[in-house]
């Protein structure tokens, strides 16, 4: 069977694919997984999720006894459906959905995989290691000649990717966002300053729990001027830096910005900063969010441990929140008073297609906005 696989090599650490039998690394999902992973700069979780998908690819071929350069991307989504995960902690108890029990992957999650399979193939084309010409089994074409000719002189190939072929149309997913209420629950369970702080920031500035956990001392600037710091920008914010952290938090994108703060979260950070500052190994670190609870004393605080404490306030509030449901709570409260672009840039999204999930226009909003245009006005004017 395959399975993901994590390296760590000079160049930085990434997930491939490898054979069981053997330990052997699959040689083209390992050179597209090193494309993604360094060549196109994709976090090192995101190489961990392609190769999940892949490895899952290449079991299916193998229980099938079919060859992984014909795809069958029908079946294997069929397959997806009732296949158990890979990472059940009792693989002699693992059951096969049949029928009368959900499918054991939802749509979106079949989405993910086949998408993942698919940009393998389509770099396979590009690297020669397999036929171009069978790209029109997984993907829609178009002619280059059917293009503009400005469009054409862009393109080498003879015919253009439009879409996926065997994309599913799952049901429209509810909001992800926690509600305030739950906020306010997750909040109150919070045992000490430093867990106030992360849940605090995170559901008032919307920054990411890596990018959070990625925060040093430094990019702190809740002056309310930081002229003296060499900083222009006015009022209380901080700064999202890219850099390589010792605890695998990584700003996504390599997009460097600056969030503003609240008044309320600088208080916070004042009162954490007292708890954090008694500890001498966490005086001696620039993270700003480090272990003052357990061993080893002052280091930076890692990503299993923030899914952790969500789980046990999850637990105790009697609701499921994560770190990302807080990214959306702030989202969708900032698209609610402000405009799409300045939310994109403040959640550091490279697109406004990526924004557009924190829009949720009501019947009252759609009315207010119909309403709001002069012409709206001018007609009740006129008819009065």
Not at 18 to 46: I, K, N, P
Not at 156 to 184: F, M
Not at 300 to 320: D, V, Y
Not at 341 to 362: C, F, K, M, N, R
Request: proline share 5%; net charge positive; hydrophobic share 40%.
């Amino acid at each position: 069977m395959h399975r993901a696989f994590w390296f760590n090599t000079d160049a930085g650490a990434y997930w491939s694919v490898v054979d069981d039998s053997d330990y052997g690394v699959v040689e083209l999902a390992d050179r597209f997984l090193q494309f993604m992973r360094f060549a196109r700069g994709r976090a090192e979780s995101t190489t961990r999720k392609y190769a999940e998908s892949l490895a899952l690819y290449y079991r299916f071929c193998e229980t099938r006894s079919i060859s992984w350069a014909d795809p069958d991307i029908t079946a294997f989504q069929i397959w997806l459906r009732i296949a158990p995960s890979p990472r059940h902690p009792h693989p002699s108890k693992q059951v096969w959905a049949g029928p009368g029990h959900a499918p054991v992957r939802a749509d979106n999650r079949i989405n993910l995989i086949t998408y993942a399979v698919c940009e393998l193939f389509k770099f396979a084309a590009a690297e020669g290691m397999w036929d171009e010409s069978k790209l029109r089994q997984l993907f829609e074409m178009m002619p280059v000649r059917d293009l503009g000719p400005s469009d054409r002189r862009h393109h080498l190939s003879t015919s253009v990717i439009l879409r996926r072929r065997h994309r599913l149309r799952p049901q429209r997913a509810g909001r992800r966002d926690a509600p305030v209420d739950v906020v306010k629950m997750i909040l109150a369970e919070c045992g000490n300053p430093r867990d106030v702080l992360l849940v605090a920031m995170l559901s008032t500035t919307g920054v990411r729990r890596g990018e959070a956990l990625g925060l040093r001392l430094s990019d702190m600037h809740f002056l309310p001027s930081s002229t003296s710091l060499g900083c222009q920008v006015d009022g209380p914010h901080l700064h999202v830096e890219p850099r390589i952290n010792s605890n695998q938090a990584r700003v996504k994108n390599g997009k460097p910005r600056v969030v503003p703060v609240t008044s309320g979260l600088v208080r916070l950070y004042e009162l954490y900063r007292i708890e954090r500052d008694v500890c001498q190994q966490a005086r001696e670190s620039d993270y700003v969010f480090v272990n003052l609870y357990r061993q080893p004393l002052g280091e930076p605080m890692k990503l299993h441990a923030a899914n952790e404490l969500f789980t046990r306030l999850s637990r105790r509030a009697g609701q499921a929140v994560t770190p990302h449901m807080l990214r959306h709570t702030f989202g969708t409260g900032a698209a609610q008073v402000t405009t799409i672009d300045v939310v994109a840039e403040l959640l550091g999204h490279s697109s406004l297609q990526s924004t557009q999930i924190y829009l949720h226009p009501d019947v009252l909003r759609q009315r207010q906005a119909v309403e709001a245009g002069a012409l709206s006005r001018h007609l009740e004017t006129r008819g009065s």
